[in-house]
């Protein structure tokens, strides 16, 4: 048995803030005895009941959103989970780092460079893994609440239970001794009983160096 604390982490790989917290969880497994757990969320099944409500660029972009979702799920079912984690690092390289269009060419050379069969693209415009996809979802939104998004993080707390937390929500992401410490600081305040919420206006785009 790993004697590593489990962190599962929910991620839509449609989320640059998602994508930069998930760069800083894995400099935390190099300083921290932290195993990161992957797990698929869904902006688009959490904004679904609420498009008419969002600005139309937005509305539409959640619409787009199911793709890349759908295709992770797929890749996790037909797979195993141990895929999700290269797989969102080279879907998320190619999103935020390239600046990539987000379509099924992409994925496709995402896949192939995870090593799984590019013809997982197809569950991009299929709704055959939903219902895994929505389970996915609510095991991490349900723990955190429906007003936060992505990622959501859960580690076991002292008493049994699970911490669990919206974020951290930072640019760029930390590396080396300044991710652990923004690790502790962070388990330090979402362990704590009442505890909600630390925030501030964002001012900086996501820098991805």
């Given at each position: 048995?790993?004697?590593?604390?489990?962190?599962?982490?929910?991620?839509?790989?449609?989320?640059?803030?998602?994508?930069?917290?998930?760069?800083?969880?894995?400099?935390?497994?190099?300083?921290?005895?932290?195993?990161?757990?992957?797990?698929?969320?869904?902006?688009?099944?959490?904004?679904?009941?609420?498009?008419?409500?969002?600005?139309?660029?937005?509305?539409?972009?959640?619409?787009?959103?199911?793709?890349?979702?759908?295709?992770?799920?797929?890749?996790?079912?037909?797979?195993?989970?141990?895929?999700?984690?290269?797989?969102?690092?080279?879907?998320?390289?190619?999103?935020?780092?390239?600046?990539?269009?987000?379509?099924?060419?992409?994925?496709?050379?995402?896949?192939?460079?995870?090593?799984?069969?590019?013809?997982?693209?197809?569950?991009?415009?299929?709704?055959?893994?939903?219902?895994?996809?929505?389970?996915?979802?609510?095991?991490?939104?349900?723990?955190?609440?429906?007003?936060?998004?992505?990622?959501?993080?859960?580690?076991?707390?002292?008493?049994?239970?699970?911490i669990a937390f919206f974020g951290p929500v930072v640019t760029p992401a930390p590396k080396g001794e300044a991710?652990?410490?923004?690790?502790?600081?962070?388990?330090?305040?979402?362990?704590?009983?009442?505890?909600?919420?630390?925030?501030?206006?964002?001012?900086?785009?996501?820098?991805?160096?």
């Open positions: 048995m790993s004697d590593k604390t489990p962190a599962d982490f929910w991620f839509d790989p449609l989320c640059p803030w998602a994508w930069m917290t998930s760069r800083w969880m894995l400099e935390v497994e190099k300083q921290r005895p932290v195993e990161v757990r992957w797990h698929v969320m869904s902006l688009s099944v959490l904004n679904e009941k609420r498009l008419d409500d969002l600005p139309p660029d937005y509305a539409e972009a959640m619409r787009a959103a199911w793709g890349p979702v759908r295709v992770c799920v797929a890749a996790e079912q037909e797979h195993g989970s141990q895929v999700l984690g290269p797989l969102y690092t080279e879907i998320g390289t190619r999103f935020h780092n390239q600046g990539r269009p987000k379509n099924a060419e992409t994925l496709a050379e995402a896949l192939a460079a995870a090593g799984l069969p590019t013809d997982l693209v197809q569950a991009a415009d299929s709704d055959r893994y939903d219902a895994e996809l929505r389970a996915s979802h609510a095991s991490g939104i349900d723990l955190v609440g429906q007003d936060v998004g992505t990622p959501v993080i859960a580690v076991p707390g002292a008493d049994g239970e699970q991710a652990a410490r923004l690790w502790d600081g962070t388990l330090m305040v979402a362990s704590t009983p009442g505890f909600y919420e630390i925030k501030r206006t964002r001012e900086a785009e996501p820098r991805f160096d």
